[in-house]
Protein backbone atom coordinates (compact mmCIF):
# COMPACT_ATOMS: atom_id res chain seq x y z
CA UNK A 1 0.00 0.00 0.00
CA UNK A 2 2.85 2.28 0.80
CA UNK A 3 4.62 1.74 -2.48
CA UNK A 4 1.45 3.03 -4.34
CA UNK A 5 1.06 6.03 -2.24
CA UNK A 6 5.02 6.90 -3.18
CA UNK A 7 4.43 5.99 -6.57
CA UNK A 8 1.37 8.99 -6.44
CA UNK A 9 3.56 11.29 -4.45
CA UNK A 10 5.99 11.08 -7.12
CA UNK A 11 3.80 11.18 -10.28
CA UNK A 12 2.30 14.48 -8.41
CA UNK A 13 5.10 16.22 -7.51
CA UNK A 14 7.02 15.71 -10.95
CA UNK A 15 4.18 16.05 -13.21
CA UNK A 16 2.34 18.78 -10.95
CA UNK A 17 5.72 21.63 -10.67
CA UNK A 18 6.03 20.85 -14.15
CA UNK A 19 2.78 22.36 -14.89
CA UNK A 20 2.99 24.82 -11.79
CA UNK A 21 6.17 26.38 -13.34
CA UNK A 22 4.38 26.75 -16.26
CA UNK A 23 5.03 23.56 -18.63
CA UNK A 24 2.33 21.75 -20.87
CA UNK A 25 2.15 18.01 -20.45
CA UNK A 26 1.52 17.49 -23.93
CA UNK A 27 5.09 17.87 -24.36
CA UNK A 28 5.76 15.07 -22.43
CA UNK A 29 3.48 13.22 -24.29
CA UNK A 30 6.04 10.65 -26.61
CA UNK A 31 4.58 7.84 -26.97
CA UNK A 32 7.30 5.99 -29.04
CA UNK A 33 9.74 7.37 -26.29
CA UNK A 34 8.02 4.65 -23.68
CA UNK A 35 8.09 2.33 -26.35
CA UNK A 36 11.99 2.94 -27.17
CA UNK A 37 13.25 2.48 -23.42
CA UNK A 38 10.76 0.06 -22.07
CA UNK A 39 11.25 -2.57 -24.70
CA UNK A 40 14.67 -1.93 -24.56
CA UNK A 41 15.12 -2.35 -21.07
CA UNK A 42 12.53 -5.41 -21.42
CA UNK A 43 14.34 -6.72 -23.91
CA UNK A 44 17.67 -7.04 -22.22
CA UNK A 45 16.74 -8.17 -19.26
CA UNK A 46 15.07 -11.36 -20.92
CA UNK A 47 18.28 -11.71 -22.94
CA UNK A 48 20.23 -11.96 -19.66
CA UNK A 49 17.77 -13.77 -17.74
CA UNK A 50 15.59 -17.36 -18.12
CA UNK A 51 12.64 -18.25 -18.08
CA UNK A 52 12.55 -18.82 -14.76
CA UNK A 53 13.81 -15.62 -13.46
CA UNK A 54 10.95 -13.96 -15.53
CA UNK A 55 8.65 -16.16 -14.17
CA UNK A 56 9.80 -15.23 -10.33
CA UNK A 57 9.71 -11.80 -11.30
CA UNK A 58 5.71 -12.36 -12.43
CA UNK A 59 5.14 -14.09 -9.34
CA UNK A 60 6.79 -11.79 -7.36
CA UNK A 61 5.52 -8.27 -8.77
CA UNK A 62 2.23 -7.97 -7.67
CA UNK A 63 2.86 -9.17 -3.83
CA UNK A 64 5.11 -6.00 -4.33
CA UNK A 65 2.20 -3.99 -3.69
CA UNK A 66 0.61 -5.75 -1.22
CA UNK A 67 0.82 -5.33 2.51
CA UNK A 68 3.10 -7.60 4.05
CA UNK A 69 1.37 -10.71 5.84
CA UNK A 70 3.84 -10.91 8.31
CA UNK A 71 2.58 -8.86 11.27
CA UNK A 72 2.83 -8.64 15.04
CA UNK A 73 -0.61 -10.94 15.09
CA UNK A 74 0.71 -13.74 12.76
CA UNK A 75 3.85 -14.06 14.71
CA UNK A 76 1.95 -14.30 17.58
CA UNK A 77 -0.25 -16.67 16.08
CA UNK A 78 2.63 -18.82 14.75
CA UNK A 79 4.46 -18.97 17.91
CA UNK A 80 0.79 -20.30 19.91
CA UNK A 81 0.68 -23.02 16.75
CA UNK A 82 4.50 -24.28 17.33
CA UNK A 83 3.81 -24.09 21.62
CA UNK A 84 0.90 -26.26 20.67
CA UNK A 85 2.76 -29.05 18.61
CA UNK A 86 5.81 -28.76 20.66
CA UNK A 87 4.38 -29.04 24.31
CA UNK A 88 1.84 -31.90 22.74
CA UNK A 89 5.15 -33.09 21.49
CA UNK A 90 6.90 -33.17 24.89
CA UNK A 91 3.85 -34.58 27.10
CA UNK A 92 2.98 -37.20 24.52
CA UNK A 93 5.51 -38.26 22.45
CA UNK A 94 6.74 -36.89 19.04
CA UNK A 95 4.86 -39.61 17.26
CA UNK A 96 1.64 -38.02 18.85
CA UNK A 97 2.05 -35.04 16.22
CA UNK A 98 2.47 -37.60 13.03
CA UNK A 99 -1.11 -36.79 11.93
CA UNK A 100 -0.73 -33.13 12.20
CA UNK A 101 2.15 -32.73 10.45
CA UNK A 102 1.12 -35.43 7.50
CA UNK A 103 -2.48 -33.86 6.74
CA UNK A 104 -2.85 -30.63 8.13
CA UNK A 105 -5.84 -29.57 6.30
CA UNK A 106 -7.68 -32.11 8.63
CA UNK A 107 -5.69 -31.70 12.08
CA UNK A 108 -7.60 -29.66 14.74
CA UNK A 109 -4.15 -28.06 15.87
CA UNK A 110 -3.31 -26.17 12.80
CA UNK A 111 -7.27 -25.85 11.94
CA UNK A 112 -6.94 -23.14 14.84
CA UNK A 113 -4.64 -21.27 13.10
CA UNK A 114 -6.24 -20.22 9.47
CA UNK A 115 -3.61 -17.74 9.07
CA UNK A 116 -0.93 -20.14 9.09
CA UNK A 117 -2.32 -22.81 7.30
CA UNK A 118 -2.96 -20.62 4.15
CA UNK A 119 0.66 -20.07 3.76
CA UNK A 120 2.11 -22.48 1.94
CA UNK A 121 4.82 -21.17 2.10
CA UNK A 122 5.10 -21.48 6.32
CA UNK A 123 3.37 -24.82 6.36
CA UNK A 124 5.80 -26.46 4.09
CA UNK A 125 8.86 -25.32 6.59
CA UNK A 126 7.13 -26.53 9.87
CA UNK A 127 6.18 -29.55 8.34
CA UNK A 128 9.50 -30.72 6.32
CA UNK A 129 11.05 -30.04 9.87
CA UNK A 130 8.42 -31.42 12.37
CA UNK A 131 8.17 -34.62 9.97
CA UNK A 132 12.36 -34.84 10.38
CA UNK A 133 11.83 -34.10 13.87
CA UNK A 134 9.69 -37.50 14.40
CA UNK A 135 11.87 -39.75 12.53
CA UNK A 136 14.47 -39.39 15.02
CA UNK A 137 17.13 -39.64 12.60
CA UNK A 138 19.11 -36.81 12.84
CA UNK A 139 20.91 -34.41 14.98
CA UNK A 140 19.91 -30.71 16.37
CA UNK A 141 23.42 -30.14 14.71
CA UNK A 142 21.99 -31.69 11.26
CA UNK A 143 18.70 -30.89 11.31
CA UNK A 144 20.16 -26.53 11.78
CA UNK A 145 22.75 -27.11 8.72
CA UNK A 146 20.12 -28.70 6.47
CA UNK A 147 17.73 -25.22 7.55
CA UNK A 148 20.31 -22.62 6.27
CA UNK A 149 20.72 -24.60 3.84
CA UNK A 150 17.42 -24.12 2.92
CA UNK A 151 16.82 -20.88 4.22
CA UNK A 152 19.59 -19.81 1.70
CA UNK A 153 18.53 -21.16 -0.89
CA UNK A 154 14.98 -19.98 -0.55
CA UNK A 155 16.77 -16.62 0.13
CA UNK A 156 18.67 -16.72 -3.01
CA UNK A 157 15.77 -17.52 -5.09
CA UNK A 158 13.51 -14.51 -3.66
CA UNK A 159 16.05 -12.14 -4.49
CA UNK A 160 16.40 -13.04 -8.62
CA UNK A 161 13.57 -10.80 -9.29
CA UNK A 162 15.35 -8.33 -6.99
CA UNK A 163 18.67 -7.95 -8.01
CA UNK A 164 16.59 -8.31 -12.09
CA UNK A 165 14.29 -5.01 -10.70
CA UNK A 166 17.74 -3.07 -9.68
CA UNK A 167 19.76 -4.25 -13.23
CA UNK A 168 16.78 -2.72 -14.93
CA UNK A 169 16.48 0.41 -13.18
CA UNK A 170 20.25 1.24 -13.51
CA UNK A 171 19.74 1.00 -17.18
CA UNK A 172 16.80 2.34 -17.58
CA UNK A 173 18.67 5.96 -17.88
CA UNK A 174 20.71 4.96 -20.11
CA UNK A 175 18.58 3.60 -22.62
CA UNK A 176 16.70 7.19 -21.76
CA UNK A 177 20.08 8.90 -23.19
CA UNK A 178 19.82 6.41 -25.77
CA UNK A 179 16.49 8.08 -26.94
CA UNK A 180 17.69 11.56 -26.68
CA UNK A 181 20.65 10.66 -28.50
CA UNK A 182 18.18 9.29 -31.57
CA UNK A 183 16.04 12.42 -30.76
CA UNK A 184 18.78 14.96 -31.37
CA UNK A 185 20.08 12.92 -34.20
CA UNK A 186 16.89 13.53 -35.85
CA UNK A 187 16.83 17.38 -34.98
CA UNK A 188 20.17 17.87 -36.71
CA UNK A 189 18.70 15.76 -40.15
CA UNK A 190 16.02 19.04 -39.98
CA UNK A 191 18.64 21.94 -39.49
CA UNK A 192 17.03 23.52 -42.52
CA UNK A 193 13.66 23.54 -40.93
CA UNK A 194 13.11 27.13 -39.31
CA UNK A 195 14.00 27.39 -35.46
CA UNK A 196 10.83 26.88 -33.68
CA UNK A 197 10.44 23.45 -35.38
CA UNK A 198 14.31 22.76 -34.39
CA UNK A 199 13.43 23.78 -30.99
CA UNK A 200 10.44 21.30 -30.70
CA UNK A 201 12.86 18.49 -32.24
CA UNK A 202 15.20 19.34 -29.65
CA UNK A 203 12.54 19.41 -26.16
CA UNK A 204 11.19 16.16 -27.44
CA UNK A 205 14.78 14.59 -28.14
CA UNK A 206 15.26 15.88 -24.40
CA UNK A 207 12.44 14.03 -22.70
CA UNK A 208 13.71 10.52 -23.29
CA UNK A 209 16.30 11.30 -20.71
CA UNK A 210 13.78 12.95 -18.51
CA UNK A 211 11.72 9.54 -18.61
CA UNK A 212 14.82 7.16 -18.24
CA UNK A 213 15.42 8.83 -15.14
CA UNK A 214 11.85 9.36 -14.26
CA UNK A 215 10.62 5.70 -14.50
CA UNK A 216 14.45 4.21 -12.82
CA UNK A 217 14.30 6.16 -9.89
CA UNK A 218 10.37 6.84 -8.78
CA UNK A 219 9.06 3.88 -9.73
CA UNK A 220 11.83 0.79 -10.81
CA UNK A 221 13.84 1.11 -7.95
CA UNK A 222 11.28 1.69 -5.16
CA UNK A 223 9.57 -1.76 -6.37
CA UNK A 224 12.18 -3.58 -6.10
CA UNK A 225 13.14 -1.90 -2.71
CA UNK A 226 9.64 -3.27 -1.46
CA UNK A 227 10.40 -6.78 -3.17
CA UNK A 228 13.69 -6.83 -1.01
CA UNK A 229 11.76 -5.78 2.22
CA UNK A 230 9.37 -8.93 1.38
CA UNK A 231 12.27 -11.14 0.77
CA UNK A 232 13.64 -10.55 4.26
CA UNK A 233 10.73 -10.83 6.21
CA UNK A 234 9.94 -14.05 4.31
CA UNK A 235 13.29 -15.35 6.05
CA UNK A 236 12.64 -13.76 9.39
CA UNK A 237 9.87 -15.67 10.02
CA UNK A 238 11.82 -18.63 8.98
CA UNK A 239 14.68 -17.86 10.94
CA UNK A 240 11.86 -17.41 13.76
CA UNK A 241 10.50 -21.18 13.29
CA UNK A 242 14.05 -22.59 12.83
CA UNK A 243 15.03 -21.11 16.51
CA UNK A 244 12.08 -22.15 18.28
CA UNK A 245 12.29 -25.84 17.04
CA UNK A 246 16.12 -25.99 17.31
CA UNK A 247 15.30 -24.80 21.04
CA UNK A 248 13.09 -27.68 21.24
CA UNK A 249 15.31 -30.18 19.80
CA UNK A 250 18.11 -29.21 22.51
CA UNK A 251 15.80 -29.91 25.18
CA UNK A 252 14.42 -26.47 26.27
CA UNK A 253 10.22 -26.81 27.36
CA UNK A 254 7.78 -25.24 24.88
CA UNK A 255 7.42 -22.00 26.63
CA UNK A 256 11.05 -21.23 26.42
CA UNK A 257 11.19 -22.79 22.71
CA UNK A 258 8.87 -20.19 21.87
CA UNK A 259 11.04 -17.50 23.96
CA UNK A 260 13.61 -18.35 21.54
CA UNK A 261 11.87 -17.54 18.34
CA UNK A 262 10.58 -14.39 20.09
CA UNK A 263 13.76 -12.95 20.32
CA UNK A 264 15.05 -13.69 16.51
CA UNK A 265 12.31 -10.83 15.50
CA UNK A 266 12.40 -7.43 14.80
CA UNK A 267 11.39 -5.15 17.61
CA UNK A 268 8.43 -3.38 15.43
CA UNK A 269 6.96 -6.90 15.42
CA UNK A 270 8.44 -8.65 17.99
CA UNK A 271 5.56 -8.68 21.35
CA UNK A 272 6.78 -8.41 24.54
CA UNK A 273 7.44 -10.97 27.01
CA UNK A 274 4.71 -10.83 28.90
CA UNK A 275 2.42 -10.23 25.67
CA UNK A 276 3.75 -13.74 24.84
CA UNK A 277 3.61 -15.11 28.30
CA UNK A 278 -0.23 -14.04 27.82
CA UNK A 279 -0.76 -15.40 24.51
CA UNK A 280 0.93 -18.94 25.50
CA UNK A 281 -1.08 -19.06 28.93
CA UNK A 282 -4.42 -18.94 27.08
CA UNK A 283 -3.43 -21.45 24.27
CA UNK A 284 -2.83 -23.69 27.31
CA UNK A 285 -6.14 -23.19 28.96
CA UNK A 286 -7.50 -23.31 26.16
CA UNK A 287 -6.33 -26.34 25.23
CA UNK A 288 -6.82 -27.96 29.02
CA UNK A 289 -10.70 -26.69 28.11
CA UNK A 290 -11.14 -28.39 24.60
CA UNK A 291 -9.62 -31.66 26.12
CA UNK A 292 -12.12 -31.57 29.24
CA UNK A 293 -15.14 -31.16 26.74
CA UNK A 294 -14.36 -34.15 24.81
Same mark, same amino acid.
Given at each position: ? @??LIGFVIVFLSVFGSFVALGGHLGALYQPFEFVLIGGAALGAYIAAGSGKSVMLLMQALPLAVKKNPYSKDLYMELMALLYVLLNKARREGMMSIESDIEDPLSSPIFAQYPSILRDQHL?? @?ITDY +?? +?MVSGNMSSFEIETLMDQDIESQHDERFVPVTALRTVADALPAFGIVAAVLGVIKALASVDQP?? $?LADLISKAMVGTFLGILIAYGFV?? +?AGSMERRSVASNKVLECIKVTLLASMNGYPPP +?? $?EFGRKVLYSHLRPSFM???DHVRQVRVEGKAS???S
Open positions: M @FIMD @F +LR +LPA $VAP +L +LA $VELEKSQ
